[in-house]
């Protein structure tokens, strides 16, 4: 499976984005999708992830991200509302078969990653 994001950018807080994830290849494999994010210097954190039985997110975006999927045109969706200067982050999308929803669950790590795109919120 091949990911890419787009829909990164520079944003004043307050305001909105969607980021894109374009998945290619296996596609009919994917069970589960997610949102992941990094600063220089941290861990990468859990954004969001979507699987069929649901969505779960990170505490820090709840109320205010919101993931979604088409599975039609094999493209996950990350609205971004109400940003913050503390969301700016390279965002990464990523994808797993997760037949046993070990990933979902878990947080084993998922087996394909798009290279990422930057979001910036300033002050």
């Known amino acids: 499976v091949q990911l890419q994001a787009s829909g990164g950018g520079l944003v004043q807080a307050g305001g909105s984005l969607r980021l894109s994830c374009a998945a290619s290849g296996s596609v009919f494999r994917i069970n589960v999708m997610g949102w992941y994010r990094q600063v220089p210097e941290k861990s990468r954190e859990l954004v969001a992830l979507?699987?069929?039985?649901?969505?779960r997110y990170g505490d820090s975006v709840k109320g205010r991200f919101t993931i979604s999927r088409d599975k039609a045109k094999n493209t996950a969706y990350l609205q971004m509302n109400s940003l913050k200067p503390e969301d700016t982050a390279v965002y990464y999308c990523a994808a797993d078969p997760d037949p046993f929803g070990v990933v979902a669950n878990t947080g084993k790590p998922f087996a394909s990653w798009g290279p990422g795109t930057q979001v910036t919120v300033s002050s």
């Open positions: 979507i699987t069929d039985a649901g969505t």
